[in-house]
T-cell receptor, first 117, second 109 residues
Framework: GAVVSQHPSRVICKSGTSVKIECRSL??????MFWYRQFPKQSLMLMAT?????????EQGVEKDKFLINHASLTLSTLTVTSAHPEDSSFYIC?????????????FGSGTRLTVV | GQNIDQPTEMTATEGAIVQINCTYQ??????LFWYQQHAGEAPTFLSY??LDGLEEKGRFSSFLSRSKGYSYLLLKELQMKDSASYLC??????????WGAGTKLIIKP
């Protein structure tokens, strides 16, 4: 089945620094990937839709200059949290689905626990 | 607007059956998904319904009624490991998932 690999699984960074999170589709090509954020005891919140070869589409209220998304190939999307602050501490998850195979659902990466100190 | 409703929390007993309901109002419909999420982990896919009726997969079954905007996830022979959050999501006209807030299921011995 489809596998999505996400790295790193955990990261601790200092305020003001930037953190890059990678999301790779291992055995399929994903023209579209999704980036979510999840705060404790809350549901998934879609941050942006990442489209290969074009600019990402950001949800309302998500700062595109702070959360930089690059989808340079059909198997890799990256999310960079720039100038991180403690309030950016959260669980970030990417997902993708195999084109034309909707019934298989959307496969999620294992998530990245970001802690900004 | 788009809206998905499911109960916040449910409690059931090991070995019993539990039904988690989900109602939705979305712009367009391209299937309804159920996901399981254990604390601190990413969601895992459970089921997909695009036509009315019941889909059975082992101990888990999912039902859909498009005319009523309603689905349920049925879990049988509950095990302690089934304690998790269950997320209902609907694919809209752009195949983007609209997520419910999730139902936290607590299994008691």
């Amino acid at each position: 089945g489809a596998v999505v690999s996400q790295h790193p699984s955990r990261v601790i960074c200092k305020s003001g620094t930037s953190v890059k999170i990678e999301c790779r589709s291992l055995d399929f090509q994903a023209t579209t990937m999704f980036w979510y954020r999840q705060f404790p005891k809350q549901s998934l919140m879609l941050m942006a839709t990442s489209n290969e070869g074009s600019k990402a589409t950001y949800e309302q209220g998500v700062e595109k200059d702070k959360f930089l998304i690059n989808h340079a190939s059909l198997t890799l999307s990256t999310l960079t949290v720039t100038s991180a602050h403690p309030e950016d501490s959260s669980f970030y998850i990417c997902s993708a689905r195999e084109p034309d195979r909707v019934a298989l659902g959307y496969t999620f990466g294992s998530g990245t626990r970001l802690t900004v100190v | 607007g788009q809206n998905i409703d499911q109960p916040t929390e449910m409690t059931a007993t090991e070995g019993a059956i539990v039904q988690i309901n989900c109602t939705y109002q979305t712009s367009g419909f391209n299937g309804l998904f159920w996901y399981q999420q254990h604390a601190g982990e990413a969601p895992t896919f459970l089921s997909y319904n695009v036509l009315d009726g019941l889909e059975e997969k082992g101990r888990f079954s999912s039902f859909l009624s498009r005319s009523k905007g309603y689905s349920y996830l049925l879990l049988k022979e509950l095990q302690m490991k089934d304690s998790a959050s269950y997320l209902c999501a609907v694919g809209d006209s752009n195949y983007q998932l609209i997520w419910g807030a999730g139902t936290k299921l607590i299994i008691k011995p």
